[in-house]
């Protein structure tokens, strides 16, 4: 809650600019002392801050809950539309998990494209495979939900939560 919403909340009242305690406690308004540093915690847990009195004294605080099986499918849902990596990244996560061989990572990495992309977009048309050939020519960074990366991942045989890896950087 601030000034401005205290204001507005009461637009027949002229506070002063800076209205003391009392004046402030007359409407339920009392200050509050920030809470401290985000406690650290998992990619399954979440920071709540609660504000509670503590002799006279209102204070934020922060603590750590776990989230529900339904919040960590949502965040994992969110994080998928948003995950990115660079390509050089990508392509070393790649090789790494053994999907790509090494010679084909760096040349993947300068842009070009690996032959073994193509069991996994050997369904698309010409035109499709043309234009995927030139948006990994193209592009600085790679997105989780992308199409491309949506198909690797049967066709190397990984489970989603392996594929989630490839977005880390190493």
């Not at 053994?98 to 048309?125: M, R, Y």
């Not at 050939?133 to 939900?145: E, L």
Request: hydrophobic share 40%; net charge negative.
């Amino acid at each position: 809650y601030s000034l401005r919403k205290l204001r507005s909340d009461n637009p027949h009242v002229s506070f002063p600019e800076t209205p003391s305690a009392e004046t402030l406690d007359g409407y339920g308004v009392y200050s509050c002392e920030p809470a401290g540093d985000v406690p650290e915690h998992t990619s399954t847990q979440r920071v709540v801050m609660d504000t509670v009195r503590e002799g006279g004294v209102w204070r934020n605080q922060l603590r750590v809950v776990d989230m529900t099986p339904q919040e960590i499918e949502t965040a994992l849902i969110l994080w998928r539309e948003t995950a990115e990596i660079e390509r050089g990244y990508f392509c070393m996560n790649l090789a790494m998990a053994g999907i790509l061989p090494p010679d084909e990572a760096i040349d993947a990495a300068k842009g070009g494209w690996p032959v073994t992309f193509n069991a996994a977009l050997d369904d698309l048309s010409a035109q499709d495979l043309l234009g995927a050939q030139i948006g990994w020519a193209t592009a600085q960074k790679i997105s989780r939900n992308h199409k491309l990366v949506i198909k690797l991942g049967p066709m190397a045989h990984l489970e989603e939560w392996q594929v989630d890896g490839l977005f880390t950087a190493p």
